[in-house]
């Protein structure tokens, strides 16, 4: 049993486990857990960490949730266990393929119309015409 008549502020405070914390909010998500690579740095202060994590590309998706939901409560709870302890706690997703910018994808779709990417699927409407009576 350990001893904890230790002098200190730091009387029974132990530091949280943030790499395990992650594998396991994140592997319930994963088909194949065997494939989340969870690496972690600290700077020297000992207040800031980044957390970096991969996965199979195909399980994004179920990771990132509608809208974001997901990782965002991922989020939420690394940083709340770092909060408690006066940390902050930075958490990267990395992927195979670089992200795409949407500028990119613009200009390689261009057409000519300025601006106007919907396409018409149905020939224009004829003028109406004006009877006089």
């Known amino acids: 049993m350990p001893n904890k008549t230790e002098s200190g502020s730091d009387q029974g405070v132990t530091k949280p486990d ?9 592997e319930p998500f ?3 857990p065997q494939s989340l690579c969870v690496n972690s740095e600290v700077n020297q202060n000992k207040n800031k960490i980044w957390l ?20 965002q409560a991922i989020r939420t709870a690394i940083e709340t266990a770092a909060t408690s302890h006066n940390e902050s706690v930075f958490l ?42």
């Open 52 to 71: 970096r994590v991969a996965f199979d590309k195909s399980d994004r998706g179920k990771v990132f949730g509608r809208g974001g939901r997901n990782i």
């Open 30 to 32: 994963l088909n194949d």
């Open 92 to 133: 990267d997703i990395y992927s195979d393929a670089p992200p795409k910018s949407d500028d990119s994808d613009r200009r390689g779709r261009s057409s000519g119309n300025s601006g106007n990417s919907r396409k018409r699927n149905s020939a224009p409407k004829p003028a109406p015409k004006i009877t006089k009576k």
């Open 18 to 26: 943030y790499e395990g914390l992650v594998r396991f909010l994140i």
